[in-house]
């Protein structure tokens, strides 16, 4: 289903008035018109990471998504028209795999969990020429992205609860995994596309948080991987052997909380690469000493992009705090360029910016700018203002580099207890060559939204 959206100007509370609408002013409400595609897939739970590549070669990007529809797993690609290219139920999730789905309820990684960390990438990672959709918890599953035909899947014997793609040698990517085994400790494991284990490392605790990060601090054309462990509330950084370069306690040395939620590696300033990280608002050296920090300004510092844009001398980074509402333009020197804080609001304080971000070029074409979901998160059950199943709506923001809404795109889902919204917001070339749509998968509908651009 395709319609034309808008943003009204002065919008009406919603949810029996206990969700305040961004302001939208005239000029901002003349911006935000988008055409909206809907893709009912009826999940039971979906995924905050799809995956976009353009598998059939017509310059348009198809979306790669993984869920659960009832008790059953499925693996789809889809058209920016909404269209199904293949879906396939013969990639088992860890659930399916093993059946101790049980350890992990109320969590990130259960089947049924409202926000799950699916992880999806869209690459050749058996260099054989072909995209592949890599796709799992454990086991990882590699499917032809042109037919879905499951070609491997690789066993790590546990839950595989966060994994990246990593320049670790000459060739495709590898994929390196950090699996809870059930033992007392985890391991840390390197597998090309083929399914081969180049290494594997145990580490100090079996549980790891949220999301595994790569890319090249030290220079030297491999990659480096960083993620948290909750053992320890401990954040390591490690080279493409594995072995453990530095590592931090996040609380007393990071921000505070348990984990680092997202990363950055890149070569911010001048005469070498750095890291910086969303929890704390830091920027550290490759050898892990730190350059700057945000950590007395930044409440829950929850994810982090990396713009280059015309017009500027050097990049940006943008962050957003997860219970402040807010989001900051900041230099590779640790200054606030801007602060952003025009999203949805609730007495308690539940809407949220988390990693539903990306960026986009959304007004024009080559345009560099930032697009922003919110979530609504009713703090108890019995705090729901209106019956759960009621329709709500939330927005998705456009930033340029300096901060200013391009527009503010209205995104509807069902209320329901836990979180509420967009699950991702991720740009991609859908529709047309120039511009980029943004997918979103909503966490209680059910729906596969893409938003295309209309304005500019």
């Not at 995994?177 to 605790?205: C, F, K, N, P, Y």
């Not at 990396?306 to 640790?334: F, M, Q």
């Amino acid at each position: 289903m395709t319609e034309l959206i808008r943003a009204a100007a002065a919008p009406e509370p919603t949810l029996g008035g206990t969700l305040t609408p961004p302001e939208i002013t005239p000029e901002l409400a003349e911006r935000s018109v988008a055409r909206l595609t809907r893709v009912p897939l009826g999940y039971t739970s979906g995924t905050c990471n799809p995956a976009l590549g353009d598998v059939d070669g017509d310059g348009l990007d198809e979306i790669a998504v993984p869920f659960n529809r009832g008790e059953e797993d499925v693996v789809a690609l889809l058209r920016g028209d909404g269209s199904v290219v293949w879906e396939i139920t013969d990639a088992p999730f860890y659930h399916a795999a093993y059946g101790d789905d049980h350890l992990y309820a109320n969590s990130h990684w259960h089947y049924r969990g409202r926000h799950r960390h699916l992880l999806t990438e869209m690459v050749d990672v058996d260099g054989d020429g072909a995209l592949e959709v890599v796709v799992g918890l454990g086991p990882i599953h590699v499917l032809d992205a042109a037919t879905g035909a499951l070609k491997r899947s690789v066993d790590l014997h546990g839950l595989a609860m966060i994994w990246t793609l990593a320049n670790l040698r000459p060739g495709p990517p590898v994929i390196v995994a950090a699996v809870d085994h059930h033992r007392e400790r985890g391991s840390v494991v390197a597998v090309d596309g083929m399914g081969e284990i180049l290494w594997q490392h145990e580490t100090l605790g079996q549980s790891f948080e949220d999301f595994m990060f790569a890319g090249d601090l030290t220079g030297d054309g491999v990659d480096e991987i960083a993620f948290s462990m909750r053992i320890g509330e401990r954040f390591e950084v490690r080279d493409a052997a594995g072995e453990v370069l530095w590592h931090k306690h996040v609380p007393s040395e990071i921000g505070e909380d348990t984990h680092v939620d997202c990363v950055l590696i890149g070569e911010f300033q001048p005469g070498g690469r750095q890291l910086v990280t969303s929890t704390g608002g830091c920027m550290f050296d490759a050898d892990g000493n730190l350059l700057w920090t945000l950590r007395d300004r930044i409440e829950h510092g929850q994810h982090l992009l990396h713009v280059d844009a015309s017009g500027r001398d050097e990049p940006l980074i943008y962050l957003n705090s997860k219970t402040e509402r807010y989001a900051w333009g900041i230099n590779p020197r640790g200054d606030i360029e801007w602060e952003q804080r025009n999203f949805s609001r609730r007495p308690d304080g539940r809407i949220t910016l988390t990693s539903a971000c990306d960026l986009i070029s959304w007004s024009a074409p080559g345009a560099s700018e930032i697009v922003q979901a919110e979530i609504l998160i009713p703090e108890r059950r019995d705090a729901l203002p209106v019956a759960p199943g009621t329709p709500m709506t939330l927005y998705l923001t456009v930033l340029d580099v300096a901060g200013r809404e391009v527009a503010k795109l209205p995104c509807e889902d069902v209320l329901e207890p836990g979180f509420n919204g967009p699950m991702c917001a991720v740009a991609g070339h859908l529709t047309t060559r120039d511009r980029q749509d943004i997918v979103v998968l909503t966490h209680n509908s059910g729906d596969l939204l893409i938003f295309s651009p209309t304005w500019g």
